[in-house]
């Protein structure tokens, strides 16, 4: 099985679980309740290596994953129905496809609310200004509100790029001079 393979998998089976849960908050109005929450397992992932062990790793039993991932559904909050969803996932042994299950339920929240995430790589911290002022271009643009996601990468040397949807908009330096680059080769 390829990479590409079992990253598609994992998505398809996460998309499975997020949907079903979704469609059940969904029907009680709790959209708003599961967006914090969502944020709250995603930020548990990117900053805890012991999680990402937990989730990933095969030495672990169904009923210690389901016993870890009871305990951090109530220390985050979570409610009921999305604990029981991480539980089931532990359960079937698929908590190894948590990222793209806090993924697929940030954009199905995304899309209801209207909105729409921009990926934004600078060169430097973008100023509150300056986000302002994307975040209202970007949202006249695509009609919708929008939420930026903002890293910095110094390797860009200035600019940024600006990742809308399937769209991208590269106005970084480091692209200016690679293009200038291939240029030259084509004259010389």
Do not use: C, H, W
């Not at 930020?43 to 030495?59: F, G, Q």
């Not at 991480?86 to 042994?93: G, I, S, V």
């Not at 190894?96 to 790589?121: M, N, S, Y």
């Amino acid at each position: 099985m390829t990479v590409a393979n079992s990253a598609s998998i994992s998505a398809d089976i996460a998309g499975r679980y997020a949907q079903a849960l979704f469609d059940l908050v969904k029907e009680s109005g709790g959209i708003d309740a599961l967006s914090s929450q969502v944020d709250g397992l995603a930020t548990a992932l990117k900053e805890s290596d012991e999680l990402r062990d937990l989730i990933a790793s095969p030495i672990y039993t169904r009923e210690q994953q389901g016993a870890a991932i009871g305990a951090l559904a109530d220390k985050l909050g979570l409610a009921p129905a999305f604990g029981n969803t991480l539980r089931l996932m532990a359960q079937n042994r698929r908590l190894f496809t948590l990222p793209q299950l806090a993924a697929r339920l940030q954009a199905l929240i995304a899309d209801a609310r209207g909105e729409v995430t921009a990926d934004v790589v600078s060169a430097q911290e973008l100023s509150a200004d300056q986000k302002k002022r994307l975040t209202e271009t970007l949202a006249q643009k695509s009609g919708k509100t929008v939420k930026l996601n903002t890293r910095v990468d110094e390797g860009l040397i200035g600019g940024m790029i600006v990742k809308l949807g399937s769209e991208m908009i590269d106005s970084s330096i480091r692209s200016k001079l690679a293009s200038l680059q291939n240029s030259m080769k084509e004259v010389g």
